[in-house]
C-alpha cells in the first residue's frame, strides 16, 4: 500500500510502500529492484532506494519520463495514497561488494536510486566511498536533504549541468588511476554509462566495474527473419524481420515470462539450444554473450537461421 507520496525533485516523486497486510516485508540488499504491476500488461522495474535495513517499508523513486510507455506517468498521474500496487519481491543485479576496500558510485539523473541505498550501507557499515551524482541543476537532484546529512559530508560530491566534455573531464579524473580492491558502480541514462565504460576500460579491470541501465536502449542493428523452434513443447515459428521472439511466441500462446520488454531486467532470459543468437539486451555480461547459451528474447534476435530454445 502507498504510505507516502513526495516530491523530491522536478519530474521526481518518491513513493513509500508497506505491507497492505501489515508486517515486514521481505529483506533485500542495496542494488535490488521490485517490479511493480503498474496497469493491465504494464510492469516496470524500480530500484530501492530507502534504507536497505528497513523491513517495514519500501522506498522507490520514479522520474515522469516525457517519452514514458505508460509506466511513469502511470506512477506520477494516478497512484495516490493508500492505494494498492502488486509488486515483486526485491531482486538483485547489481550486488554491492561490501568487501571493497573503496568504493565509487556514479549516478547520472534518476540512476541516484539504487546508489543512494549502495551509499547508505556503505555509511553504515563506515567503508571507504565515494558518491558522484550528475544532474541538470539542483531542482533536478532528488534526495537533496538525505545527501546532505552531515555522515555524507566529503563523501558525496555533486556535478550540476555539465556539458559532455566537462563530464567526460570529470570521468577522465576520477576513474585515472584504479586502486586494486575498488569497485565502480554506474547508474544513469545509456550516453552516461557508455562514457564512463569507455574510460574506465582504460585503467578500471572489467570484473571491478557494474552497472545497470534503468530502461532500455536495446542495442540497433540490421533485422532479418529466422525460425524459432522450441525443444520441449515442439513448436516451430517464423520471427518476421518486424518483430521480437518474445511478441511471435506469445501470439502463438506460449507462456513467456517477461517484465520490462527493453533489455535490462533478464526475466526473459532463456537457454539457447542450438544456433546463434544476436544479443540486443544490456543485461547479459559479456561472457554471457559470448558463451551463446541464452538469450533475452524480449531484445534479442538470431544471427543463425534456426534458433533452438530451451523451453
Ligand atoms: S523482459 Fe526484461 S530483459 Fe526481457
Not at 547508474?187 to 564512463?196: E, L, N, R, V
Not at 501470439?251 to 526473459?268: I, M, P
Amino acid at each position: 500500500m502507498v504510505e507516502a507520496i513526495t516530491q523530491e525533485a522536478e519530474d521526481i516523486k518518491s513513493f513509500v510502500l508497506a505491507s497492505a497486510s501489515g508486517g515486514e516485508l521481505p529483506r533485500y540488499s542495496p542494488g535490488a529492484h521490485i517490479d511493480i504491476n503498474v496497469g493491465p500488461g504494464v510492469v516496470r522495474q524500480y530500484s530501492l532506494c530507502g534504507s536497505p535495513g528497513d523491513r517495514s517499508r519500501y522506498m522507490i523513486g520514479v522520474k515522469r519520463e516525457p517519452q514514458s510507455r505508460g509506466g511513469s506517468e502511470h506512477m506520477h498521474a494516478r497512484i495516490r495514497i493508500g492505494d494498492r500496487l502488486e509488486i515483486s519481491v526485491p531482486k538483485n543485479n547489481f550486488e554491492l561488494d561490501e568487501t571493497a576496500k573503496h568504493s565509487i558510485l556514479l549516478a547520472g539523473g534518476i540512476g541516484i536510486t539504487p546508489l543512494i541505498a549502495m551509499a547508505d550501507r556503505l555509511l553504515l557499515s563506515g567503508k571507504s566511498f565515494a558518491l558522484h551524482y550528475f544532474s541538470r541543476s539542483p531542482q533536478h537532484t532528488a534526495f537533496s536533504e538525505r545527501l546532505s546529512q552531515p555522515g555524507f559530508a566529503g563523501k558525496v560530491h555533486m556535478h550540476y549541468a555539465l556539458d559532455v566534455d566537462a563530464v567526460r573531464a570529470e570521468l577522465e579524473n576520477l576513474l585515472q588511476i584504479y586502486g586494486v580492491d575498488s569497485h565502480l558502480y554506474l547508474c544513469g541514462p545509456k550516453p552516461f554509462m557508455d562514457m564512463i565504460e569507455t574510460v574506465a576500460a582504460r585503467s578500471w579491470p572489467s570484473e571491478a566495474v557494474h552497472l545497470e541501465y534503468f530502461s532500455g536502449a536495446a542495442l540497433e542493428g540490421p533485422t532479418s527473419s529466422f525460425e524459432v523452434r522450441l525443444a520441449r513443447t515442439g513448436g516451430s515459428y517464423l520471427v518476421p524481420d518486424d518483430r521480437s521472439i518474445m511478441e511471435v511466441l506469445q501470439e502463438n500462446g506460449v507462456d513467456v515470462d517477461y517484465s520490462c520488454e527493453q533489455g535490462v531486467c533478464g526475466t526473459c532470459v532463456t537457454d539457447v539450444l542450438e544456433g546463434e543468437p544476436d544479443h540486443r539486451d544490456l543485461f547479459l555480461k559479456p561472457a554471457e554473450r559470448a558463451a551463446n547459451t541464452k538469450m533475452c528474447l524480449c531484445v534479442s534476435r538470431a544471427k543463425s537461421l534456426v534458433l533452438v530454445l530451451d523451453m
